[in-house]
């Protein structure tokens, strides 16, 4: 199995500030990867350093095996639909798919004018006057029509209302199962990618808190409750995630590949939405215990 | 790529064409009259036998209140073109993008940054060129009757001579360097600054300082001068000037032979060559001005003048159209380095 994305110590540095630092992960073809972490964590960054936007401050990154926007076929395999979709006001619908027509060999018109029609817009409506939503769905509908091997969205339906964006997941879920394209996608809410993901990668303060498939991932954590005691006492195997503790019952949330056989506890299954709050705020406790050590 | 920059450069296009047009009527209607006038005035005969003053004197008096206004309009205009189409078209051309966002859109095609900039650059220039030259192409027809009378009319040689500071930069081909520069100053205003509304006003300014400096500071050095030693009589007595700290001149003479010419500097010398101080002629401190021009013509004075001849027009013309592009080219340069090495997102 390929990587789609692979980075090395990647950093990116705006004057003084880190935006993302000695980052490395490996990013599988063939999957739709929801890549989340809080804001700031330095997603955008990352999205735009994979389809060459930025240049790294250092360390390496590979998109579809070469430096991204290297030269027109790296730029052709990865379709981008940037934050807030950007497209140009004063052109209308038909413009943008010429626009798409011209400066794209691999250009798939049919698609294009099929998705166009399907979501009833009309071709000479000015792409300024579309509801976010529709926006949304162009500015889709322009990287998709590209047929890359490689669809990167960074929050693409942050900004829009609930209807829209189920509207929207669901196009770019269908367009995925016809056309067998990687996706990488980035939300901070959990809720927007438990629907549409099957690999999950957590980044928070630009480092990867865990990665893998979603199905398994959900197998090997579990969460347990049952009378007080230490984490010191836990199996080998089993790896704290998140704990809380009353003066009677700890609350704990483990990871493990062996199924879990102490009698004291009673064992449920977690959600992807607990999984990922759990791997965030373990980030930000080890965080504030590095700061102790600092201080 | 270029289909796309062409498209997206419409609207500029339009408007363009629509001030060329409005330019054109106004010009196409107005010049034949124009050219009537000079005609039946005999200036054009004159020069092979002399006694053009009189003829220049009246064509140049006898202007309507249009002709003489338009063609100050005229200069006006042609000096704003290369300013405007460096503050419209070049700065808004990077700042649109990263203002809206769409930079995002547009580098993330199967197509480089360096070829977009190419096509945005290469059809923008290409526009501001032709733009400039249709420009000064109308301007220059229709202004040949005043400019080849002004000079030759009397006491108005110096403002309306084609080498001067009014002339020079909007007549010829000077404008298309100016409007190329402009344009690349522009886009460079909008890779430093990335606002569209500073840059433009960044670019107004910067070009504003250039066309000023230039003609003062580096014109006069890029075509060796040519000399003439005139020999002072009262005839030729323009005035003189006596300046704080003995710093003294007697204005150069109206000459024929400079008509048209472009004086760069001048010394006056006295019969032995020296440096003449015209605060040494004591006539000349509180007394009238005759008793002094006088004076000073019994003195066999000389005055040395160094000068752009009229012959020079060409060769000047093409010598500033080419620093203009070249310094154009080196702006287009930056903005290449810039865009590739990824400073702008």
């Keep these: ?295 | 790529m270029i289909r796309l920059s062409v498209f997206q450069f419409r609207a500029q296009a339009v408007t363009a064409a629509a001030a060329l047009t409005v330019f054109a009527v106004i010009l196409a209607a107005s010049g034949p009259h124009l050219y009537g006038m000079y005609h039946s005035s005999g200036i054009a005969s004159c020069q092979a036998h002399g006694g053009c003053v009189p003829l220049a004197t009246s064509f140049v008096h006898n202007l309507a209140g249009f002709y003489a206004v338009f063609y100050f309009i005229g200069i006006g205009l042609l000096l704003l073109v290369p300013a405007v189409i460096g503050a419209f078209w070049g700065a808004p051309l990077i700042t649109r993008e990263l203002e809206a966002g769409t930079f995002q859109l547009a580098w993330t095609q199967s197509v480089t940054r360096i070829r977009w900039l190419a096509a945005k650059l290469g059809v923008g220039a290409l526009a501001a060129m032709i733009t400039a030259g249709l420009f000064t192409l109308l301007l220059s027809w229709w202004s040949s009757p005043v400019d080849t009378a002004s000079p030759l009319a009397e006491n108005n040689g110096v403002m309306f001579i084609r080498l001067g500071y009014a002339l020079f930069p909007t007549r010829g081909i000077t404008p298309i360097g100016y409007a190329t520069f402009a344009f690349a100053l522009g886009i460079t205003a909008g890779v430093l600054i990335r606002r569209t509304v500073p840059a433009m006003a960044a670019t107004l300014g910067c070009f504003a300082f250039i066309q000023i400096a230039w003609p003062v500071w580096v014109r006069p050095h890029l075509l060796s001068p040519a000399h003439a030693t005139v020999a002072l009589t009262s005839a030729n007595f323009a005035g003189f000037a006596a300046g704080p700290g003995g710093m003294t001149f007697v204005a150069p003479p109206v000459v024929p032979k400079l008509s048209g010419g472009w004086v760069q500097s001048f010394r006056t010398i006295d019969r032995a060559g020296r440096l003449f101080n015209v605060n040494l002629v004591k006539v000349c401190r509180g007394s009238t001005f005759h008793a002094c021009q006088n004076a000073l013509v019994r003195l066999h004075l000389r005055d040395v003048i160094a000068y752009q001849p009229a012959s020079h027009f060409w060769t000047l013309q093409w010598y500033e159209t080419g620093i203009f592009l070249a310094a154009a080219a080196l702006l287009a340069a930056f903005c290449f380095w810039s865009i590739r090495s990824r400073r702008l997102s």
């Design chain 1, 1 to 295: 199995m390929g990587a789609v994305i692979e980075t090395s110590a990647l950093g990116k540095r705006y004057r003084r500030t880190w935006a993302l630092r000695d980052c490395t992960l490996a990013i599988p073809e063939g999957r739709v990867v929801g890549l989340v972490g809080p804001n700031g964590a330095g997603k955008t960054t990352l999205l735009r350093l994979a389809v060459g936007l930025l240049a790294p401050t250092c360390g390496t990154i590979g998109v579809l095996g070469k430096e991204p926007a290297s030269g027109p076929a790296q730029l052709a395999g990865v379709g981008f639909v940037a934050q807030d979709t950007p497209v140009y006001s004063r052109m209308s619908v038909a413009d943008h798919l010429r626009l798409g027509a011209w400066l794209n060999p691999t250009w798939d018109g049919g698609l294009a004018a099929r998705r166009i029609a399907q979501l009833g817009l009309d071709t000479r409506q000015r792409a300024g006057s579309l509801s976010g939503g529709e926006r949304a769905q162009l500015a889709l509908t322009l990287a998709l029509a590209k047929r890359p091997e490689l669809l990167i969205l960074d929050e693409p339906v942050a900004s829009l209302d609930p209807l829209a964006r189920r509207e929207f997941l669901r196009g770019l879920m269908e367009a995925v199962a016809e056309h067998e394209v990687s996706v990488v996608l980035s939300s901070h809410l959990v809720a927007d990618l438990e629907r549409v993901c099957d690999y999950l990668v957590v980044l928070v303060a630009s480092r990867v808190r865990v990665a893998g498939e979603v199905s398994a991932l959900l197998e090997s954590h579990h969460r347990l409750s049952g009378p007080r005691r230490d984490r010191s006492t836990l199996p080998a195997g089993q790896e704290v995630i998140e704990e809380s503790h009353t003066d009677r019952q700890s609350l704990l949330l483990v990871r493990t590949d062996e199924p879990i056989c102490d009698p004291a506890w009673t064992v449920k299954p977690v959600s992807m939405e607990d999984l990922v709050l759990a791997y965030m705020s373990r980030a930000s406790v080890d965080r504030t215990r590095r700061l102790e050590v600092v201080a």
